[in-house]
């Protein structure tokens, strides 16, 4: 069995790496539309697809985000980085070609059974694979733009999400209490889609169970997480090959 240590960025990485074999976005990557939502996880899928498309020219992952958390020494607007005028949009990916310049409200409207959507989240209950976003915006924003779509016209909802994001208890019920109207801050909204974490990255990569032992570090480690791995001789070779790649993954800086 493995053991090992990855930080947040290098999560987001094999995360990255691993939603490239799920066998329903690599259909849709060729044949349909596949819309990446900015967002700090997305931004290194965003990276990874497009390389793989030999599109990768012209994308920055330092601006693929609405909005971000930051230690107190580094926030700016109120824990945003950056400003609207640095904002690329949204990767839209028709028929394997990148779109550039297009967002969710550009295209959501054509989207169909057979696209896909991949938006991160910030709340995560592993035990039973569901997961949650934050709303800031009065109208939703991209979430309450996707819902209809995935709910109305069955297109294929995927929610890459790092493990250092769970929480404990039912997201239901954590939402209902933040929602109420004497709450401060943002909205909880339950995701109805598939989640992908690092477990499952792993596993399609590799092949190997793969579990959750523990978390945490300093100085730069903070918010990693311990997994365990356990496989045949030939699975986790593979994973020492894929840890090794990802491990020493630079912070993701704004």
């Keep these: 069995m493995i053991q090992c240590v990855l930080t947040p960025s290098a999560c987001k990485r094999l995360i990255a790496k691993g939603i490239l074999l799920h066998p329903f976005l690599r259909q849709a990557l060729q044949q349909r539309t596949v819309v990446i939502i900015a967002g700090t996880t997305n931004a290194y899928i965003a990276e990874e697809i497009l390389a793989t498309l030999g599109q990768r020219e012209g994308f920055d992952r330092k601006r693929f985000f609405r909005g971000i958390t930051l230690p107190p020494t580094l926030q700016l607007s109120g824990g945003q980085g950056g400003s609207d005028s640095e904002f690329l949009g949204d990767v839209v990916i028709r028929r394997g070609n990148w779109l550039k310049g297009k967002t969710i409200f550009d295209?959501?409207?054509?989207?169909?059974?057979?696209?896909?959507?991949?938006?991160?989240?910030n709340i995560l209950d592993i035990a039973n694979r569901r997961a949650g976003v934050f709303i800031e915006h009065p109208k939703g924003g991209t979430?309450?733009?996707i819902i209809p779509a995935v709910i109305g016209r069955r297109v294929r909802l995927i929610?890459?999400?790092?493990?250092?994001?769970?929480?404990?208890?039912?997201?239901?019920?954590i939402a209902q209490r933040i929602n109420t109207a004497q709450s401060t801050g943002p909205r909880i909204m339950p995701m109805p889609g598939e989640v992908f974490t690092e477990l499952d990255a792993l596993h399609i990569l590799t092949g190997a169970h793969v579990e959750l032992i523990g978390g945490g570090g300093v100085s730069g480690a903070e918010g990693s997480i311990w997994l365990a791995i356990d496989g045949d001789e030939a699975q986790e070779e593979k994973a020492h090959a894929l840890l090794d790649e990802v491990m020493n993954e630079p912070l993701f800086q704004v």
Excluded: C, M, N
């Excluded at 295209?107 to 989240?121: F, M, N, P, R, Y």
């Excluded at 929610?159 to 019920?173: F, M, N, W």
């Design 107 to 121: 295209i959501v409207d054509d989207l169909e059974q057979g696209d896909v959507i991949l938006k991160g989240a």
């Design 143 to 145: 979430t309450a733009a």
């Design 159 to 173: 929610l890459p999400v790092g493990l250092e994001k769970r929480v404990y208890g039912s997201i239901d019920d």
